[in-house]
C-alpha cells in the first residue's frame, strides 16, 4: 500500500464522504477493531479473574470459544477489511464503498457482534460469515475494471475466511463433525497467509523509505518459497496429514521466512519505531512457526504456537499497519510519539507473556491477567489516540 492514498483520474470525480469516518474502508474498521481488541479482552479477563467472579458474558456460546471467535472473525477480520479496502483503491485508482456503502459494512461487521454475542446461533453464523463475502464482493468491482489480476487472490482467501467462519458455526451446532477450533484454526492459516503477503509488500518499502541508507531486499526464490511453504502448511492441516509432515513443513516455512526478514535488514530499523514494529511482528510469524513444528513434535504445547501468532503476529503487525498507513492516509508526518510507542510495547510484552506463561504451568493464570491487561491497554490506547485521527478530515485537504 502507498504511504498516502493514490488517486486516478476515476477517483478525483467521486462525491467526498460527507463525514470522514465514511471516507476510506480504514477509518471505521480501524477504529471498531481497535474498541472490540480492547474491550473484548477486558471482558475475557474478568471470566480468569478470581477477583471479579460470576461476571457473565453475553450468552451464546462458550466463553473460551467467544473470545476466541471475537479476536479472530471480530478483530482480525476487521484490520484486514479496513486494509483491503483502502489497499485496492490504491492499487486500482478505482473506488471501493464510501459513505453509505461502508456504513452498511461495518453494520454488517457490528451486527456479527451482536448475534455473536448472544443466543443468536443461527444470525451470527450468517452475518459473521457473510462479512468476508460482502467485502470479497466490494473490492471485486475496483480489481476487475482495472484489470488488476495480480491480487485476485484476495477474493480466493476472503471467500476462504468465509468458509471457515461457516466451519465454526457449523459445528458448533453440531451439523459437522469436527471441532469448532478446527474452523478457528484454518481461519489462522489464511490470516497467516495474507500476514505473508502484505508484509513482503510493504515492510520492505516502508524500511527503505522510513530508514535512509537501508536496502531491504526481496529474493524471488526466497519468496516463493517462504509463501509456497505457507501455502503448502495450510493443504496439509485441512487434509489432517502426519504430524510429521505438517512439523517438517512448519520448520521449513520458519527458515524461509527468517531468510526473507534477513533480507529486510531489521537491524537497522531500531531506531525507526514505526517500521521495527513491522519487523517485530514479522519475527512473531517465524516464532510461531518454529513452536509450530516443535507442537507437532509433541516438543511443546500447540497453544505456545497459537498465541506467538494471535498475540505475536497478528498483535504487533496489526497495530503496526493500523498506525502506519493511518498516519500516510490522513497525510500526517510517519513518525510514532510515545504514546504509539507504548502501545507497540505493550503488545509487544503481552505476547511475550501470554506465550511464556504457557511453558510455564505455575504462572499460567497470572501470565494470562497480566498479557490480557497489557493488550488492552495497547488497543485502547490506539483507539483513544487515534479516534480523532479517523473520524476528521486529512489534514492536507486531499479526499480519503
Not at 326 to 348: F, K, N, Q, S, V
Amino acid at each position: 500500500m502507498h504511504e498516502t492514498t493514490s488517486h486516478g483520474a476515476n477517483m478525483s470525480r467521486q462525491p467526498a464522504a460527507r463525514h470522514a469516518l465514511w471516507a476510506l474502508g480504514f477509518r471505521p474498521f480501524y477504529l471498531l477493531g481497535a474498541l472490540l481488541s480492547a474491550a473484548g479482552m477486558l471482558l475475557w479477563i474478568l471470566q480468569l479473574s478470581p477477583h471479579a467472579p460470576g461476571v457473565p458474558l453475553p450468552g451464546g456460546m462458550p466463553a473460551m470459544l467467544w473470545h476466541a471467535h471475537e479476536m479472530v472473525f471480530g478483530f482480525t477480520f476487521a484490520i484486514i477489511a479496513g486494509f483491503l479496502l483502502t489497499a485496492v483503491r490504491a492499487w486500482t485508482g478505482q473506488p471501493t464503498p464510501d459513505g453509505w456503502r461502508l456504513a452498511a459494512l461495518a453494520a454488517l461487521w457490528l451486527l456479527g457482534r451482536f448475534f455473536a454475542a448472544g443466543p443468536y446461533p443461527l444470525l451470527a453464523a450468517v452475518t459473521v460469515t457473510a462479512f468476508p463475502l460482502a467485502v470479497a464482493w466490494a473490492i471485486s468491482g475496483a480489481l476487475w475494471r482495472s484489470g488488476n489480476r495480480r491480487n485476485f487472490f484476495f477474493i480466493a482467501l476472503l471467500v476462504a475466511l468465509a468458509a471457515s467462519s461457516a466451519s465454526f458455526h457449523l459445528a458448533l451446532a453440531g451439523r459437522l463433525p469436527i471441532s469448532p477450533l478446527d474452523g478457528l484454526h484454518i481461519a489462522l492459516d489464511v490470516v497467516l497467509f495474507i500476514i505473508a503477503v502484505i508484509g513482503g509488500r510493504v515492510i520492505p518499502m516502508f524500511t527503505n523509505n522510513g530508514v535512509p541508507g537501508t536496502r531491504a531486499t526481496r529474493r524471488q526464490w526466497i519468496e516463493r518459497a517462504a509463501l509456497g511453504l505457507l501455502l503448502a502448511l495450510l493443504a496439509a492441516h485441512v487434509l489432517a496429514l502426519p504430524e510429521g509432515i505438517q512439523a517438517a513443513l512448519a520448520l521449513a516455512a520458519a527458515a524461509a521466512h527468517a531468510a526473507r526478514l534477513h533480507g529486510w535488514q531489521p537491524w537497522r530499523t531500531l531506531r525507526t519505531p514505526l517500521v521495527w514494529i513491522l519487523h517485530a511482528g514479522y519475527a512473531w510469524l517465524v516464532v510461531h512457526l518454529v513452536l509450530r513444528g516443535l507442537a507437532h513434535l509433541h516438543l511443546v504445547p500447540a497453544v505456545l504456537a497459537t498465541h506467538a501468532l494471535t498475540a505475536g503476529t497478528i498483535g504487533a503487525m496489526t497495530i503496526g499497519m493500523m498506525t502506519r498507513t493511518a498516519r500516510g492516509h490522513t497525510g500526517r508526518p510517519l513518525r510514532a510519539d510515545r504514546w504509539e510507542i507504548t502501545a507497540y510495547l505493550l503488545i509487544l510484552c503481552a505476547a511475550f507473556v501470554r506465550v511464556a506463561g504457557g511453558a510455564w504451568p505455575a504462572a499460567y493464570g497470572s501470565a494470562m491477567l497480566a498479557s490480557g491487561l497489557m493488550w488492552a491497554a495497547g488497543f485502547g490506547i490506539y483507539a483513544v489516540r487515534y479516534w480523532p485521527v479517523l473520524s476528521r478530515p486529512r489534514l492536507d485537504g486531499k479526499p480519503g
